[in-house]
């Protein structure tokens, strides 16, 4: 008898291996939803907006804090791009093109042309202001899409990396907010 239950679990156990060990995008494409799309869809052009405000910041301002905040945005969120854009396309979606003439109104914390223009038209303490102010909006607008994910989405690393976006972005938002002083 235990010789037969141990070849019926083995048999179960070597299945299921064969199952996982099938394409990536095989498991991706049986593994993800409307809402995986929509936020990877989403999250790209908002990922794109926030790199080109940090950018920005390189060479307009003028605190050594805002400049350092600005790499790592950067640093974390230019990764999180390519991440999503592979998964879009093992899901057989379109990735966004980059941002020039697309309309973001339906995006929370999405910075309008004006919005963007008046940044690009700053430098030292005033960009540092604007820049601060803008990112605790554009961060506040990512952490709701990545809860969205969280309660939506299906696929697994999609909800993974939304967790990471809401817990690495929520403690920028609070570094950003002790840089202009109002962190209570």
Excluded: K
Aim: glycine letters at 8%; aromatic letters at 4%.
């Amino acid at each position: 008898m235990r010789t037969r239950i141990s070849t019926v679990l083995g048999t179960v156990a070597a299945a299921a291996l064969l199952a996982a060990c099938g394409s990536d995008a095989e498991t991706t494409a049986q593994d993800h939803n409307a809402a995986d799309v929509s936020f990877a869809t989403e999250m790209i052009p908002h990922h794109r907006q926030a790199l080109e405000m940090a950018e920005m910041a390189s060479t307009r301002a003028s605190s050594p804090d805002v400049v350092q905040l600005a790499e790592e945005i950067a640093g974390a969120q230019d990764p999180e791009i390519e991440t999503m854009s592979g998964w879009l396309e093992a899901w057989g979606e379109p990735v966004p093109e980059e941002m020039g003439g697309m309309e973001m109104g339906g995006m929370p914390g999405m910075m309008s042309e004006e919005q963007m223009r008046a940044l690009e038209g700053a430098s030292g303490a005033a960009f540092d202001e604007m820049f601060l102010e803008m990112m605790i909006e554009h961060h506040t607008g990512a952490i709701q899409m990545a809860q969205t994910e969280q309660s939506d989405g299906q696929y697994p690393e999609a909800i993974d990396l939304a967790e990471q976006i809401e817990e690495g972005q929520t403690a920028e938002v609070e570094t950003m907010q002790d840089l202009l002083g109002t962190n209570e």
